[in-house]
């Protein structure tokens, strides 16, 4: 029987995908600064920023068949389906026209990750880790006002410890590699940003304005 990973590898055409592209994970704690900070290096090194948790926000949004299972998961602060999360990331690298691309906020398990690597073929170049303290973080996520359901006292603690009991392993996965670029992401954005560039200009991102 063809399984999911057999049948994602596939095109519509039932060929295997090939577009060779560069992937950088962003990672960290809920409220750790991943969609502020990827907004800065989109700006200044000509990546394409995919939050795999704004493409599920879409795709609830559409109408989608998905959008319910989506929705209670997120307001839980549970993990979605490897599955469904793969075929957006997927889909959206496909549509592009750019070829660097930084995944935000995924992989969040060990299943996830093997599950992506599998279908994809992808590797990523590096993970770019932001370091916080739950107490910053709750801090910021309660501050934020942007009316996500999941902003929510009750559910922030869910996340922190999904966080820890299934996205901390995958960060270690990466350590063991050499692969984790690990930023304090405690400082003001500008502060975070300073650590955040010089990563990407050791990498050769050079594309600096
Ligand atoms: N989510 C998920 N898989 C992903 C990314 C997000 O299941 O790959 C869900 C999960 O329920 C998470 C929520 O979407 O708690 C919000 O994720 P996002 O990355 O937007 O927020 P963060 O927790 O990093 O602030
Ligand atoms: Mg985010």
Redesign the pocket.
């Known amino acids: 029987m063809e399984t999911f990973v057999d049948a994602a590898k596939k095109d519509a055409n039932g060929s295997v995908q090939n577009k060779s592209v560069t992937v950088v994970f962003v990672l960290?704690?809920?409220?750790?600064g991943?969609?502020t900070q990827c907004a800065n290096i989109v700006e200044h090194f000509g990546y394409t920023h995919l939050?795999?948790?704004?493409?599920?926000?879409a795709e609830i949004k559409s109408g989608s068949e998905n959008g319910t299972l989506?929705d209670n998961?997120?307001k839980?602060?549970?993990?979605?389906p490897s599955e469904v999360?793969i075929k957006l990331l997927q889909r959206a690298i496909q549509e592009n026209g750019n070829d660097k691309f930084l995944i935000?906020?995924?992989?969040?398990n060990e299943e996830?990750r093997a599950a992506f690597e599998s279908v994809t073929g992808i590797e990523p170049e590096f993970v770019l880790f932001f370091d916080c303290s739950e107490e910053e973080m709750e801090r910021r996520?309660l501050n934020r006002n942007q009316g996500?359901v999941?902003d929510n006292i009750e559910?922030i603690r869910k996340?922190f410890k999904?966080?820890l009991d299934s996205s901390l392993p995958v960060i270690e996965y990466y350590n063991a590699k050499g692969k984790v670029r690990k930023i304090d992401a405690a400082k003001p954005i500008e502060g975070v940003f300073e650590s955040v560039r010089s990563v990407f200009t050791v990498s050769g991102d050079k594309v600096a304005a």
């Open positions: 960290g704690g809920p409220g750790s991943k969609g939050s795999a948790g704004d493409l599920l926000r989506i998961m997120i839980e602060g549970k993990i979605v999360t935000d906020g995924f992989p969040r996830n996520l996500r999941d559910t996340r999904v966080f």
